[in-house]
C-alpha cells in the first residue's frame, strides 16, 4: 500500500526523478513537451509545477523517468523548492536569444540548485534553447561551454520547436546519471528494497562472521 | 438585500490601498483611452474568432445600455455555441429554450429599477447566455454588488439602477486618470503637465532633436538617476514586469486567436489587458505581477470586450480593470509569496480544500492523502489560485465563473466546491491509481459535463470540523 508504483517496477529497470528549471518563457514546458510526445505547441505559462512521465530505452536499460517542470517566475521558488528533493537530474534552461535568462543561471538557479538539491552527485546540464532563432542570438556558444566548465555540467543546445537536440539532451542527462553508482542506486527500486535487506534492523553486528 | 449576508473578508481590507478602492467603484460606460491602442483594426476584420460566440456583424444595436428595457432583443444570439475551438459539450434542443427564456428573464431583470441581486444571481448559477451582452451585464453587475462591502468600507453604496450612469462615468475618467498619472513615462506625464521640455526626450518617443543645453539638464531627476525615490528608477522597475506581461500575454489561451494572433485585434486586446495589469502592479507594489493573472483577467476581459453592444464592449478595459481588481481583492493572497504560510495564504486554502474533501469522502482524502501522497500543492494550487482557467476550455470557464461569481457565499467558497466536486468526478480513476496516474490525471483535468460537476459542487456539504492540516 505504501509503494503504490511497486506493481510497475517490473516495466522498467531505473526509475529518475528529473527537474527542469530556469527563467520564465525560455521553454521548459516546450522542450519537455518536444521530449515527451514529439511535438511543439504554443503552451500557457506553468503555474506552479508541471509534470510527466516518459519511459525511454537508453543506455541498454527500459527507463521510467519522471520529470518536473517548474514555474519561472520568482512567485514559485518557494513553492517549487521541494521539488528539487531526490532529483537524480537537473536540467537548467536559457533562451539563447534573451541574455538576462543566462545571467540569472548563476546569479539564481545554480544557488537555488545549491540551496535545495539534496542530492550530492546530482547531474546537471545546462541547455541553450531557441536555437531556430539563430539570428536573434545574443548568447554566444562558447559562453554556455564556459559556463558548464565551471559548475560543472553537462551542455548542449537545442530547439524545442525544431527538436533539433531534444532527444540527445535527455540521453545524454540519462546516460550521466547511468554513469554514476550513488545515483543508480537511488533509481533502482530493487536495489533499494535489498539495501533495506541487507541492512536488518538489529544494530548489532559485533558477532561479524566472515563468511 | 442580499448585500447584508456577504462577509467582508479581512484581508480585502488589508491588500487594497484606499486608493485603488475608490477608482474602482463601479464600471464605466463610455468609451475613452483608446489612445495608442489603435492599430488600424477595422471591424469584421476578425469574424472567425467572434462569429461563434454569436457575435461579429450583429452590432445592430448600438444603444443597448444597462438601464435600456430589452434594449438587446434580438442580439444576434443563438444557440449557446463554443467561442473559437473549444469544448465538446453538445447542445440540445431544450437546453436552447431554457436560454431563451433565461435571455428573456435577464432582460426583464434589467429593465427593473431595482436589480434584483438574489433572482440574477440564481439565473446567473444555472448558467449565462452565451453572446450578445448579458453576460457581460450580468457579471458587472453581480461583481459589483457581490464586492460591495469594498465600496461600503470606502464610502461607496451601489444604489439603485438609476444611479449607475453617473458612477459609470465617474469611474471611467478615474480610470483614465489613474492610466495617464501610472502608465505614461515620466517624461510625458512632465509634458502633459506643460512643464517645458526637460532632459527626457529618448523615452517618450518624443520629437526633440539636438543637444541639451546645460541649463535644460534637470538637477533633481533624469532616467538614469539611481535613487529609490526616483520617478524614473521606480519606472524603469516596471520594464521587466512589462516583459514578463507580455510575454505572458501572448501565451494567454494560445489556441485562441482572440488573445494570441498577430492580428490587430489580438494585439489591441493584448494592449488593454496589458495595461490593467501594468495597473494592478503599481497599485499593489507588493505583489505586483504574478504570472496567471493574465489567466485570470482573461475571461473578464474576452466577455466585456465581446459584448454585443459596441459601446459597452469599447469600454471593456476599463470594466474589466474594476471587476479584475475586485475578483482578485478577495483571493489576491494567493498571489502572495510572503503570505503563503499565513491564515490567508495559498496553503491555508490548500488545508480547506483537503478539509472539505475528508468531509465529503473520507475514502478518497485518505487515498490522496495518506496512501498516494499527491499533495495538493501539485494539482490545486494552480486550479484555485488561477480561478479553474487553464484547467478548462474558454467556454467552459464562462460558465463555471457565472456559478463562482453569483455565489452568494463568496467565490473562494464555491471555488473550493468545485475544486472538490472535481477530486470527486474522477474518484474512480483517482481510486485505481497510483501517485504517477493520480497526479497526471489532476494535473490535466479529463474533458467532463460541467453541468454535472457544478452540480455535484452544489451538493457539496461545508466542512463543520476545524480539520486543518499545517503546510
Not at chain 1, 541547455?127 to 556558444?141: A, L, Q
Not at chain 2, 468531509?359 to 485518505?366: Q, S, T
Not at chain 2, 453541468?451 to 455535484?456: D, I, N, P
Request: proline share 4%; hydrophobic share 35%.
Amino acid at each position: 500500500m505504501d509503494s503504490p508504483s511497486s506493481q510497475e517496477s517490473v516495466g522498467f529497470d531505473y526509475l529518475f526523478k528529473l527537474l527542469l528549471i530556469g527563467d520564465s518563457g525560455v521553454g521548459k514546458s516546450s522542450l519537455l513537451l518536444s521530449f515527451t510526445s514529439d511535438s511543439f505547441q504554443d503552451l500557457s505559462p506553468t503555474i506552479g509545477v508541471d509534470f510527466k512521465v516518459k519511459y525511454a530505452d537508453i543506455g541498454g536499460k527500459k527507463l521510467k523517468l519522471a520529470i518536473w517542470d517548474t514555474a519561472g517566475q520568482e512567485r514559485f521558488r518557494t513553492l517549487t523548492s521541494s521539488y528539487y528533493r531526490g532529483a537524480q537530474g537537473i536540467i537548467m534552461v536559457y533562451d539563447v536569444t534573451r541574455r538576462e535568462t543566462f545571467t540569472n543561471l548563476s546569479d539564481i538557479w545554480a544557488k537555488e540548485i545549491d540551496l535545495y538539491s539534496t542530492n550530492q552527485d546530482c547531474i546537471k546540464m545546462l541547455v541553450g534553447n531557441k536555437v531556430d532563432k539563430e539570428s536573434e542570438r545574443v548568447v554566444m556558444k562558447k559562453e554556455g561551454i564556459n559556463f558548464a566548465r565551471e559548475y560543472g555540467c553537462l551542455f548542449i543546445e537545442c530547439s524545442a520547436k525544431t527538436r533539433l537536440n531534444v532527444q540527445q539532451c535527455f540521453e545524454e542527462l540519462v546516460l550521466k546519471i547511468l554513469d554514476t553508482p550513488s545515483l543508480l542506486a537511488e533509481g533502482s527500486k530493487v536495489l533499494k528494497k535489498n539495501i533495506f535487506k541487507q541492512k536488518p534492523p538489529q544494530p548489532d553486528t559485533s558477532s561479524s562472521s566472515c563468511c | 438585500m442580499l448585500r447584508g449576508k456577504l462577509k467582508l473578508p479581512e484581508k480585502a481590507r488589508r491588500a487594497f490601498p484606499d486608493r485603488l478602492g475608490s477608482i474602482v467603484a463601479g464600471f464605466n460606460e463610455k468609451d475613452e483611452e483608446n489612445r495608442g491602442l489603435n492599430h488600424g483594426f477595422e471591424l469584421g476584420e476578425e469574424l472567425e474568432t467572434f462569429q461563434p460566440n454569436g457575435f461579429g456583424l450583429d452590432r445592430e444595436l448600438d444603444d443597448y445600455k444597462v438601464e435600456d428595457e430589452k434594449s438587446d432583443g434580438e442580439l444576434g444570439f443563438r444557440a449557446p455555441q463554443k467561442p473559437d475551438r473549444d469544448g465538446a459539450d453538445s447542445v440540445s434542443f431544450s437546453d436552447v429554450f431554457a436560454a431563451d427564456e433565461k435571455r428573456s428573464d435577464l432582460e426583464y431583470e434589467f429593465s427593473q429599477k431595482e436589480i434584483n441581486l438574489e433572482k440574477l444571481q440564481r439565473v446567473a448559477s444555472s448558467g449565462l447566455p452565451d453572446g450578445g451582452g448579458l453576460r457581460a451585464t450580468a457579471w458587472k453587475v453581480i461583481i459589483s454588488s457581490s464586492f460591495a462591502h469594498l465600496q461600503l468600507l470606502l464610502g461607496y453604496l451601489p444604489a439603485s439602477r438609476d444611479l449607475w450612469e453617473k458612477e459609470l462615468i465617474e469611474n471611467q475618467s478615474k480610470y483614465a486618470k489613474l492610466k495617464e498619472e501610472l502608465l505614461l513615462s515620466p517624461s510625458q506625464f512632465s509634458k502633459r503637465e506643460d512643464e517645458p521640455l526637460r532632459s527626457n526626450k529618448q523615452y517618450a518617443g518624443s520629437d526633440a532633436d539636438g543637444q541639451l543645453a546645460r541649463h535644460d539638464v534637470s538637477t533633481d531627476d533624469h532616467p538614469l538617476c539611481l535613487g529609490q525615490a526616483s520617478v524614473w528608477h521606480q519606472y524603469f522597475q516596471f520594464t521587466e514586469i512589462l516583459e514578463q506581461i507580455d510575454r505572458d500575454l501572448l501565451r494567454t489561451h494560445p489556441d485562441m486567436k482572440f488573445f494570441s494572433s498577430n492580428s490587430s485585434l489580438s494585439r489591441k486586446n493584448r494592449e488593454a489587458m496589458r495595461n490593467i495589469l501594468l495597473l494592478f502592479a503599481k497599485l499593489n507594489p507588493v505583489i505586483r505581477y504574478v504570472q496567471g493573472m493574465n489567466e485570470v483577467l482573461a475571461p473578464l476581459y474576452y466577455v466585456f470586450s465581446t459584448d454585443a453592444d459596441e459601446k459597452n464592449a469599447a469600454n471593456a478595459e476599463a470594466d474589466s480593470f474594476a471587476c479584475f481588481v475586485r475578483l482578485l481583492s478577495d483571493s489576491v493572497d494567493h498571489f502572495c509569496e510572503q503570505l503563503d504560510n499565513s491564515s490567508v495564504g495559498i496553503h491555508s486554502t490548500l488545508s480547506r480544500l483537503l478539509g472539505l474533501l475528508k468531509a465529503n469522502d473520507e475514502e478518497l482524502w485518505r487515498h490522496l492523502e495518506l496512501t498516494n501522497k499527491v499533495n495538493p500543492q501539485f494539482y490545486a494550487f494552480r486550479w484555485i489560485t488561477l480561478l479553474l482557467t487553464q484547467e478548462f476550455d474558454l467556454h467552459s470557464i464562462l460558465r463555471i465563473w457565472d456559478c463562482l461569481l453569483s455565489n452568494p457565499f463568496g467565490v473562494q467558497e464555491m471555488l473550493l466546491r468545485v475544486c472538490c466536486a472535481m477530486l470527486l468526478c474522477v474518484k474512480t480513476n483517482l481510486l485505481s491509481g497510483d501517485f504517477v496516474d493520480n497526479l497526471k490525471l489532476l494535473q490535466h483535468y479529463p474533458k467532463i459535463n460541467i453541468e454535472h460537476l457544478l452540480q455535484v459542487a452544489q451538493d457539496i456539504s461545508p466542512d463543520t470540523s476545524s480539520f486543518c492540516l499545517s503546510p
